[in-house]
C-alpha cells in the first residue's frame, strides 16, 4: 500500500520543550510538504522539500525546522521559540514540485502543548 | 481580502440530495483549482483537480471553474451519508518555481440519512 503515514497521531509536549514530527512516505515522491491546520484558517504551508537535502521556507517557518535527509523521510521539528505550538500538523507530498497541485497527505499529528 | 473565500457552512442536506459547494478568489493568476475531502481528525483527500475553465466530472462530483467570474464549485449528486465531511478548496499559481497553493478554510457537509 502507498501513502504517507505520520506519527505518532497524537502528541503532548510542555512548554518549552522541543518536538519532532515524522513523517515518511513510499510513494517515491520527489517533493514534500509540512501544513499546519487550525480551526476556521486554511491550511499553511510551513517548509517545503523539493528534492533531498533541500528545503524552503514557507509562510509560518518562524519557530520550526526541518531536514530531508531521505527521500522517504521530512521530519519536522517544533521549536520553544514557535509562540503558539498547538495545532493539527499535516505533511504531503507531490511527485515532483512543479506537480504541487496533486498533493497527498497523511493522516495528520495532532500537537498539544500546555 | 482573503485570496480564497470559502463558506464554513455547516451546510445540512438530506440524503440523496444534490450538495453545491463554492469558492470564490481575487487572484486570476490561479492555473490550477482542486478540491479535497477531509473526513474529522484525517488528513486531506484529494477529489478532483482541473486547469481549464468549465466542468470536470468524476463519478458523482462534478467540479465548475469560472476563471471570469473567479467562482469555483464542486457538485455532488445523489449524496451520501459518507459524503458528510469537510471540503477544501484550493488553487495554485506559478511562483518561486513552483505552483505554491493557497487552501479555502473548508466547507462542513452533513448529509442526513
Known amino acids: 500500500d502507498g501513502g504517507i503515514t505520520q506519527s505518532p497521531k497524537y502528541l503532548f509536549r510542555k512548554e518549552g520543550q522541543n518536538v519532532t514530527l515524522s513523517c515518511e512516505q513510499n510513494?517515491?515522491?520527489?517533493?514534500m510538504y509540512w501544513y499546519r491546520q487550525d480551526p476556521g484558517q486554511g491550511l499553511r504551508l510551513i517548509y517545503y522539500?523539493?528534492?533531498?537535502?533541500?528545503?524552503q521556507k514557507g509562510d509560518i517557518a518562524e519557530g520550526y525546522s526541518v531536514s530531508r535527509e531521505k527521500k522517504e523521510s521530512f521530519p519536522l521539528t517544533v521549536t520553544s521559540a514557535q509562540k503558539n505550538p498547538t495545532a493539527f500538523y499535516l505533511c504531503?507530498?507531490?511527485?515532483?514540485?512543479?506537480?504541487?497541485?496533486?498533493?497527498?497527505f497523511g493522516p495528520g499529528t495532532r500537537l498539544t502543548v500546555t | 481580502q482573503k485570496e480564497v473565500e470559502q463558506d464554513p457552512g455547516p451546510l445540512s442536506v438530506p440524503e440523496g440530495a444534490i450538495v453545491s459547494l463554492n469558492c470564490t478568489y481575487s487572484?486570476?493568476?490561479?492555473?490550477?483549482f482542486m478540491w479535497y475531502r477531509q473526513y474529522s481528525r484525517k488528513g486531506p483527500e484529494l477529489l478532483m483537480y482541473?486547469?481549464?475553465?468549465g466542468n470536470k466530472e468524476d463519478g458523482r462530483f462534478t467540479a465548475q471553474v469560472d476563471k471570469s467570474s473567479k467562482y469555483i464549485s464542486l457538485f455532488i449528486r445523489d449524496s451520501q451519508p459518507s459524503d458528510s465531511a469537510t471540503y477544501l478548496c484550493?488553487?495554485?499559481?506559478?511562483?518561486?518555481?513552483?505552483?505554491?497553493?493557497?487552501f479555502g478554510t473548508g466547507t462542513k457537509l452533513q448529509v442526513i440519512p
Open positions: 510513494l517515491n515522491h520527489d517533493a
Open positions: 482541473t486547469y481549464s475553465s
Open positions: 484550493a488553487m495554485s499559481l506559478y511562483s518561486g518555481g513552483y505552483q505554491k497553493v493557497t
Open positions: 487572484n486570476s493568476a490561479f492555473q490550477y
Open positions: 522539500s523539493q528534492i533531498v537535502n533541500d528545503f
Open positions: 504531503a507530498s507531490s511527485a515532483q514540485i512543479s506537480s504541487s497541485y496533486e498533493q497527498y
